[in-house]
C-alpha cells in the first residue's frame, strides 16, 4: 500500500508540482468599462408649437403629456434616459417661471457634488437662458431654460432611469450633455 502512494505521488503529483512553478505571478489588471457611443446626427424638428430645435437621431420624440401642449419627451431607450421638455407661454410671469426653473436645479443640491451654471446667450434668434451641469448622484445631471423674455419659456432636464451613480452614467450623461446643449442652441422661436 506504501508503495501504491509513492507511486502515485511520483507520477502524478510531482509532475503537476514541478511544472506548476514557472514564471511570475501577476494580478489581474484592473479593466475599466469603455462605453462608446456614435457621433452625433442632428436634424431639425418642427413642431406644432411655437418654437422647433435639432435632436439627436438616436433619440425618439414623443409628446409629454395630453394637458400639457407643447410639452415633450426626447427617449435615448439604449442608455435609458429622458430629456423633458416643458414650454411655457410667458404672461407677466417671467420672474416665477425663473425662479421656479433654478428651484428645480436646486432641488439636486442635496445629493449634487457641485452645480455649474453656464449663461447662454443667441441674439440672433432672440433666445437666453442657463444652462446647468450637476456633478455627484444627483437624479438629473444636466438641465436648462431659455426665454426670449417676452413670449416664450422652455426648461429642459435629463433624467436616467437608472439609480444614479455619478461614475458610472457619467459617459451618457457627458453624450446627452452635449446634445441638450445642441437643443438649446438650435431652438428657434415662430
Known amino acids: 500500500m506504501r508503495n501504491k502512494i509513492v507511486r502515485f505521488f511520483l507520477v502524478v503529483c510531482a509532475p503537476v508540482v514541478f511544472f506548476s512553478c514557472g514564471g511570475e505571478v501577476l494580478p489581474k489588471p484592473k479593466g475599466m468599462l469603455r462605453l462608446s457611443y456614435p457621433e452625433s446626427k442632428y436634424r431639425e424638428?418642427?413642431?406644432?408649437?411655437?418654437?422647433?430645435?435639432?435632436?439627436?437621431?438616436?433619440?425618439?420624440?414623443?409628446?409629454?403629456?395630453?394637458?400639457?401642449?407643447?410639452?415633450?419627451?426626447?427617449?435615448?431607450?439604449?442608455?435609458?434616459?429622458?430629456?423633458?421638455?416643458?414650454?411655457y407661454q410667458v404672461n407677466n410671469n417671467l420672474d416665477s417661471l425663473l425662479r421656479d426653473a433654478q428651484n428645480l436645479t436646486q432641488e439636486h443640491v442635496v445629493k449634487a457634488d457641485g452645480i455649474i451654471q453656464t449663461p447662454f446667450e443667441n441674439k440672433k434668434n432672440n433666445v437666453y437662458g442657463v444652462f446647468y451641469e450637476v456633478s455627484g448622484n444627483a437624479a438629473s445631471p444636466s438641465q436648462f431654460y431659455v426665454t426670449d423674455s417676452i413670449n416664450h419659456?422652455?426648461?429642459?432636464?435629463?433624467?436616467?432611469k437608472v439609480k444614479p451613480n455619478y461614475d458610472s452614467i457619467l459617459p451618457a450623461a457627458n453624450y446627452l450633455r452635449n446634445d441638450m446643449m445642441h437643443l438649446m442652441e438650435t431652438i428657434n422661436w415662430r
Open 45 to 87: 424638428v418642427l413642431l406644432p408649437c411655437s418654437y422647433s430645435f435639432e435632436k439627436n437621431d438616436l433619440s425618439e420624440l414623443y409628446p409629454a403629456r395630453r394637458n400639457q401642449q407643447c410639452w415633450y419627451n426626447l427617449e435615448y431607450k439604449k442608455m435609458r434616459a429622458t430629456m423633458y421638455i416643458s414650454y
Open 153 to 160: 419659456f422652455i426648461v429642459g432636464s435629463m433624467y436616467f
